[in-house]
């Protein structure tokens, strides 16, 4: 059964995202072994070796929970695509509607294609999808205090500052703390959109 907004393929220039095949799985998991030092230390700590947590066998499990998780509309799960290449993931997560109408967006990226502007392209275009077919009013990011990379693509697209959670995930063999940050549709009123948004910004620094 279909969701609002899923599934989807979005796309701007170099940049696609779209849903995980099961024909990924090798490409995934080269990726993900490839990045442990650069992705560990943000992710939820692992219950077993970074490897087989990563190998082909576990994204197959991986792609079930997702699809699980979109089938029932609280989740819109997306591989990073890079000129064809699978560079890393956005999900848009813990999807609630009726008076919330609310998620919550992570996303990580090959060490190799970081700095690019990649991920704050691939999060312009899910906030984009959500705030318009997706039907969505508010996304959340939830970012590590120390997380400085990942703080700046939501900080350079305009994402507000709401909250300090203290001990909100268990990450990397611990409870860490988390700065929350926020977007509504209001933040958006007379704009095109978060791309548009970006695409000014990249333009002006350029």
Not at 53 to 67: E, G, Q, T, Y
Not at 84 to 113: E, H, K, P
Not at 137 to 149: F, K, M, S
Not at 178 to 188: N, V
Request: one cysteine or more; a positive charge; proline letters at 5%.
């Amino acid at each position: 059964m279909s969701q609002p907004g899923w599934p989807a393929v979005l796309s701007d220039g170099p940049v696609m995202l779209r849903p995980y095949r099961r024909s990924d799985a090798r490409a995934w998991a080269e990726v993900r072994r490839a990045n442990e030092q650069w992705l560990a230390k943000w992710e939820p700590t692992p219950y077993g070796t970074w490897y087989d947590l990563n190998s082909p066998a576990a994204f197959r499990a991986v792609h079930a929970d997702l699809r699980r998780a979109a089938r029932q509309g609280s989740a819109m799960p997306f591989a990073v695509c890079n000129d064809g290449t699978l560079v890393g993931q956005i999900t848009l997560g813990n999807i609630v509607r009726r008076a919330f109408c609310s998620g919550y967006a992570g996303y990580w990226i090959d060490a190799r294609f970081a700095g690019r502007g990649i991920i704050p392209t691939a999060l312009a275009l899910v906030v984009d999808h959500a705030f318009s077919v997706g039907g969505l009013h508010r996304i959340e990011v939830n970012i590590r205090p120390d997380n400085l990379a990942s703080r700046r693509v939501v900080e350079k697209l305009g994402f507000r500052q709401e909250a300090y959670h203290h001990r909100y995930l268990h990450i990397d063999g611990d409870w860490r703390d988390h700065l929350g940050y926020a977007m509504t549709t209001e933040d958006l009123a007379g704009e095109s959109g978060l791309l548009a948004r970006w695409h000014k910004l990249s333009a002006a620094a350029a």
